[in-house]
């Protein structure tokens, strides 16, 4: 029953949904039936150019991503552990955490061009802002005890590094990822949404514009499910390297 249970809210929204189609009282634009989105979706993933749109994006969000990570542990793990970074960066960060960047896109476009490269730079700004705070506070939140005792073992600060501050800031970096991924898939689709001749946000604008509701909604459903997936990869990951914290949530 508990795995069964996320889908109930998902089946009364989709039941609400083929009500308000099947009733007439709006328009078919407005509100395809879920047979039409179906078959979209199956005619979807049965073109072999759309599933190359599935691949343009998934690159560019994911290339993005990769380089906010590496760049975001880095200077987060940088902050927690150095004063003098620390003074240096946080006002930066918390300054400028608030900016949406997106305004920044058409900068991107002028200096990267339209292509995959523009898209690919403002994913790694959008995702380096909630890695890097959320390291930052992983790497000042060690266990001050855990420091001490490698110290008097006779611990160097390379092995403290390597054996006491990376696995401890190591869930806070995950929840880092949990955060970025999303914004990279949400930072890609708008991107090709604004200038873009591929990728599933080009798809969604090409299809609105030609009034295929329907057909709209179907690749919306793709990019959701992508989303999906990753978020499970990456909580699958963090399972399996963070084997040691095991959390125990118990709700009332």
């Given at each position: 029953m508990n795995r069964l249970l996320p889908f109930v809210f998902v089946g009364i929204v989709l039941a609400a949904w083929e009500a308000a189609a099947r009733s007439g009282r709006w328009s078919k634009l407005l509100f395809p039936s879920l047979e039409n989105i179906f078959k979209e979706l199956v005619l979807f993933f049965t073109k072999t150019e759309m599933l190359s749109e599935i691949q343009v994006s998934l690159e560019r969000a994911l290339g993005g991503f990769a380089l906010a990570a590496g760049v975001g542990i880095l200077l987060g793990m940088l902050m927690g552990r150095s004063k003098l970074v620390a003074g240096l960066l946080d006002p930066l960060f918390s300054g400028t955490y608030a900016v949406p960047k997106l305004a920044l896109f058409p900068i991107f476009i002028f200096v990267f061009g339209i292509g995959s490269l523009s898209k690919v730079a403002l994913v790694f700004l959008e995702c380096l802002y909630p890695i890097v705070v959320m390291t930052y506070a992983g790497a000042r939140d060690v266990n001050r005890t855990l420091l001490w005792s490698a110290?008097?073992?006779?611990?160097?600060?390379?092995?403290?590094?390597?054996?006491?501050?990376?696995?401890?800031?190591?869930?806070?970096?995950?929840?880092?990822?949990?955060?970025?991924?999303?914004?990279?898939?949400?930072?890609?689709?708008?991107?090709?949404?604004?200038?873009?001749?591929?990728?599933?946000?080009?798809?969604?604008?090409?299809?609105?514009?030609?009034?295929?509701?329907?057909?709209?909604?179907?690749?919306?459903?793709?990019?959701?499910?992508?989303?999906?997936?990753?978020?499970?990869?990456?909580?699958?990951?963090?399972?399996?390297?963070?084997?040691?914290?095991?959390?125990?949530?118990?709700?009332?």
């Open positions: 110290q008097n073992m006779g611990a160097s600060r390379a092995a403290m590094l390597r054996r006491v501050v990376i696995p401890a800031t190591a869930p806070f970096i995950f929840a880092g990822f949990r955060v970025a991924v999303p914004v990279a898939m949400i930072v890609v689709v708008i991107t090709e949404m604004v200038a873009s001749a591929d990728g599933l946000g080009y798809q969604v604008v090409y299809a609105l514009s030609s009034l295929r509701t329907d057909r709209m909604l179907a690749v919306v459903i793709v990019i959701a499910v992508l989303g999906y997936a990753l978020d499970k990869a990456v909580v699958l990951a963090r399972d399996r390297l963070i084997y040691w914290e095991k959390l125990d949530t118990y709700y009332v």
